[in-house]
């Protein structure tokens, strides 16, 4: 990551056009991150994580991360001493359709800092916050060099649906040795890795304006009806619906 710099936890929202973002920064309290409208990511040094509608992004004090815009996003902002989730490391959360109205009335409502209403209205938040489940749309950075390279590979090319036998005979190595680094670099599979990726680049897509048919075809799937499932399993709605 570039040079950083410390930012306030702000509680609010913010317009970020299309393509924009945030550089990287690190806040002295914990913050919730959230896309009221269309898709933001969060990137730390240990990888990156998506943000459509229904997830929000946790992201612990002293933690350093950027954000990306992908299409035109609201991006809304909850600063927190306290960690009411007792989570250390970032995570991605369930936006109910409740928790998400309640993001979205904190984040932009009028009282003074400490009325009484805005403190009511947070701790029902907090508690909200408490019930959310964690569901992943993280996608780890390799550390190894030669999964490193198998990675850029399919970043340039999400479609790529060369096996990794065939990947480590472009990086010089084994499908054996890539599976374990796989495990212990990504701490998961190198096909849930693919996925994870293709998801990361098909919310991206969508955000942009793309068909659901060409983003399942940019994308690898076999079939816009296979990336439909793969996408509803993954985010809790079909990628129709979230462009509507």
């Given at each position: 990551m570039p040079e950083t710099r410390q930012r306030?936890?702000?509680t609010g929202h913010r317009p970020i056009e299309a393509g924009g973002g945030i550089e990287a920064h690190w806040h002295d309290r914990h913050q919730i991150v959230y896309a009221g409208r269309g898709v933001?990511?969060?990137t730390t040094d240990a990888g990156s994580w998506?943000?459509?509608?229904?997830?929000?992004?946790?992201?612990?004090?002293?933690?350093?991360?950027?954000?990306?815009?992908?299409?035109?996003?609201?991006?809304?902002?909850?600063?927190?001493?306290?960690?009411?989730?007792?989570?250390q490391t970032p995570s991605a959360l369930v936006v109910t359709p409740l928790l998400r109205e309640l993001l979205l009335t904190y984040t932009t409502y009028e009282?003074?800092?400490?009325?009484?209403?805005?403190?009511?209205?947070r701790g029902v938040l907090l508690d909200q916050l408490r019930r959310s489940s964690q569901r992943p749309t993280y996608l780890p950075t390799a550390r190894d060099p030669?999964?490193?390279?198998?990675?850029?590979?399919?970043?340039?090319d999400p479609a790529d649906n060369s096996t990794l036998t065939e990947l480590g005979r472009v990086v010089g190595a084994s499908e054996r040795t890539l599976s374990r680094l796989c495990k212990a670099d990504l701490g998961m599979s190198f096909p849930q890795w693919r996925t994870?990726?293709?998801?990361?680049?098909?919310?991206?897509?969508l955000a942009e304006g793309e068909s659901v048919t060409r983003v399942a075809h940019r994308t690898g799937w076999a079939s816009a009806s296979a990336f439909i499932d793969t996408f509803r399993r993954a985010f809790g709605h079909t990628p129709g619906s979230r462009r509507a």
């Open positions: 306030p936890a702000t933001l990511s969060v998506v943000a459509p509608a229904t997830r929000a992004i946790w992201i612990p004090a002293q933690t350093l991360h950027q954000h990306r815009a992908y299409g035109e996003t609201t991006l809304h902002t909850v600063g927190l001493t306290e960690n009411p989730l007792d989570l009282e003074n800092e400490g009325s009484a209403e805005r403190e009511r209205l030669r999964l490193a390279a198998v990675c850029d590979l399919l970043r340039d994870q990726l293709r998801l990361h680049e098909a919310l991206r897509l």
